[in-house]
């Protein structure tokens, strides 16, 4: 059944009607009778008999006789459960889009090939379901390898994609270079995968970069060889676009993390973009995140695997130096030559040149690249960490936080001429007065996007400012001269690339309480560098301490050195990805009593309590990585346990969360 509950996390046996057994297929959806309500389930799979030796009940109703959950999709949704700590319900709601029942009955293309077939019997009608076979990618005999085109700048590029034409199933961790045109590259590996005759499917943070895959696989394969999946598609269109490729229709499934369950005949890859973009976690139960659940289908599909971007996170190097993935990087030669020219503000030559770098948030330096860029009738990317005018604020007078007197939450300017209001409750404070001083005047705590465009407007009098942010993201510029003022991931590409790329308030990003602070600060200034042209006419400031770990990384452009430097110190300290760790979060009570029950591993450590939002509190539980399969088994049957006696209080249970305090 659908009812996501720990408890009842297994199948169950339903006998079949005879009016029903000719569309009660395995993999469809069916309504059943469950402590005398009518619920949704799925019908895992048919046999003869069954174990159970009380009486059985029947199915109600098959909601449609289209096969919409594939058996390997449903194998894959039981090992995310397991290794989350969730249930294949909460999966499986993740994995198959609602139904849309006009576009289920509209017209095949061809009936004939893409008519499923009943799955082998196997287990019990129930839970889950089984997938039938469909229709798939179909090899040519004889195929010309795809020409590597810009893999070449990769010395082992070539190799890759000629294991996924030979129909090998190879698992690369790729750094880009700056520059290159990410979505040409996926593109060409995906139409090796489908030379080989097997399909794909990559996953991409946004809608931008997936409008680019889409344009680039187009280009490559051809219109109709690739369906796109997103939440954003709205119900129809993304129910149309898992249907085609749950019917064999296309090879290749493309999309935003929705894509990262698509069910495609023969997979052969399984792709990721950017995969240190928090956008890739799911923010609904069991929390899985893209990245594992796209490896997980490699080791179940015998997939080939490729974990791509300018950066690289600290569980990309782990794939690396554990042998389970090898490296595609571009020689050091081939990387100077690629680079734009990249200076700290915060480096002892540069502050005896200019003492008020250390404080001064457009330093010298950066306003001279700036000018010059603009002078060569350049565009000039500048990043501001914080989106709005002044998105906080405090007295002028003493320094105190300027804090909403109703909830607490922090102030914020819309405009220069604008009245505080809080960023929480929405509350409008136009007679602040500090609790500690009582002064009224109020200074910027943190500049905001649209805040930086109006300085900068002001600095450079007569030249186009665009701004590109939450209400409006440009997805490219043209190349004459512009200030383009962003906040990180909404970075435009401008035509021919950028003359200058300034990164403002590095301190926002590298002072956050994050374990991945530096990690998340470096992939956000490698994606905005990556944008500019290479030196000598492109330049690259970032106002930040240049002796600083990540700031080396990317003065170098060497984020293999900054990911291995970042695991080793995550495996001194035990942290994940080194090792596996869980939160448990609710009331205080709660978790203790979750706690309790738990059959944790010998080898488990307990830590905390650390606050958590909204009062509630927050314990970490740490294993080696041998024993993740036990934790979350204890974690998922100490939840059944409080879910079987009623508990009143919910607790939140998330294996590896991206934020850890």
Same mark, same amino acid.
């Given at each position: ?9 297994? &199948? ?12 009660? =297929? ?41 096969? #919409? ?53 196997? @287990? ?29 700048? +990769? &010395? ?48 991409? &943070? ?32 993304? +129910? ?5 490729? %749950? ?5 290749? =499934? ?11 005949? %023969? ?25 594992? #659940? ?60 200019? &003492? ?32 709005? +005018? ?40 136009? $007679? ?29 009098? @007569? ?52 374990? !991945? ?38 003065? !170098? ?16 300290? @035990? ?22 029950? $738990? ?63």
């Amino acid at each position: 059944m659908d009812v996501p509950l720990a408890h009842l996390d297994r &199948p169950f046996d339903y006998l079949v009607p005879a009016e029903l057994d000719a569309v009660a =297929v395995p993999g469809t959806r069916v309504k059943v009778r469950f402590a005398g309500q009518l619920v949704d389930g799925w019908l895992l799979s048919r046999a003869d008999d069954s174990g159970h030796t009380g009486r059985l009940a029947y199915l109600e109703k098959v909601v449609s006789p289209e096969p #919409v959950l594939a058996p390997e999709i449903a194998r894959l949704a039981r090992a995310v459960a397991d290794r989350y700590a969730g249930s294949l319900a909460d999966v499986l709601r993740l994995a198959v889009p609602p139904r849309h029942a006009r576009v289920e009955k509209e017209p095949r293309d061809d009936d004939a090939s893409t008519a499923p077939e009943a799955a082998a019997d196997q @287990g019990t009608a129930g839970l889950a379901t089984v997938r039938p076979a469909a229709a798939g990618p179909t090899a040519v005999a004889g195929a010309a390898a795809v020409d590597p085109r810009g893999w070449r700048d +990769y &010395p082992t590029g070539p190799a890759l994609l000629r294991a996924l034409t030979d129909g090998r199933a190879p698992r690369a961790v790729w750094s880009a270079l700056p520059g290159e045109d990410w979505a040409a590259r996926y593109a060409d590996a995906v139409a090796a995968t489908v030379a080989g005759g097997r399909g794909a499917v990559v996953v991409v &943070p946004d809608a931008r970069d997936l409008d680019r895959l889409d344009a680039a696989l187009t280009g490559v394969l051809g219109p109709g060889r690739h369906v796109t999946l997103s939440a954003a598609l709205g119900p129809a269109r993304r +129910y149309r676009a898992f249907l085609a490729a %749950r019917r064999g229709q296309v090879p290749v =499934v493309i999309g935003t993390r929705a894509a990262m369950f698509a069910p495609v005949d %023969r997979l052969g890859l399984v792709a990721i973009w950017d995969d240190g973009d928090d956008l890739h976690s799911e923010p609904r139960s069991p929390y899985p995140h893209a990245r594992d #659940v796209l490896l997980t289908r490699v080791q179940l599909a015998e997939a080939g695997a490729l974990v791509g971007g300018y950066a690289r996170t600290a569980e990309a190097q782990l794939l690396l130096e554990t042998g389970w993935a090898r490296e595609v990087v571009a020689e050091r030669a081939t990387v100077r030559a690629r680079i734009p020219a990249i200076a700290p503000t915060g480096d002892d030559p540069q502050l005896a040149r200019d &003492p008020g770098a250390a404080t001064a948030r457009l330093p010298s330096l950066a306003w001279t690249a700036a000018r010059d860029a603009l002078r060569q009738d350049l565009p000039v990317l500048v990043q501001v960490p914080r989106r709005g +005018y002044l998105p906080s604020i405090s007295c002028a007078e003493c320094r105190t936080p300027a804090r909403c007197a109703h909830c607490s939450g922090p102030l914020a300017l819309p405009s220069a001429g604008g009245t505080p209001a809080c960023r929480w409750c929405a509350r409008v404070a136009a $007679a602040y007065a500090c609790p500690q001083c009582g002064g009224r005047r109020l200074r910027a705590a943190v500049t905001g996007a649209r805040r930086t465009a109006e300085e900068l407007g002001r600095a450079f009098p @007569g030249v186009p400012v665009r701004t590109s942010g939450r209400e409006e993201v440009l997805t490219d510029v043209p190349g004459g001269a512009a200030l383009v003022v962003t906040t990180p991931g909404a970075e435009p590409v401008a035509e021919g690339g950028y003359g200058a790329v300034l990164l403002l308030d590095s301190w926002a990003l590298l002072t956050r309480a994050d374990l !991945r602070a530096g990690e998340e600060a470096l992939r956000r200034w490698l994606a905005a560098a990556a944008l500019a042209r290479p030196a000598p006419a492109g330049r690259v400031v970032v106002v930040a301490d240049g002796a600083l770990a990540p700031v080396q990384a990317l003065l !170098r452009w060497d984020a293999a050195w900054f990911a291995g430097r970042e695991l080793a110190e995550r495996r001194e300290l @035990g942290f994940p990805p080194a090792v596996r760790m869980a939160s448990v979060t609710g009331a205080a009570e709660a978790v203790a009593d979750l706690l309790a029950a $738990a059959r944790l591993p010998d080898d488990a450590e307990v830590l905390g309590p650390v606050p958590a939002e909204e009062g509630r509190e927050r314990m970490l539980v740490r294993v080696p990585r041998a024993r993740a399969a036990a934790l979350a088994e204890a974690l998922h049957s100490a939840a059944g346990a409080r879910a079987a006696r009623k508990a009143a209080d919910p607790v939140r249970l998330q294996v590896d969360p991206l934020s850890l305090f």
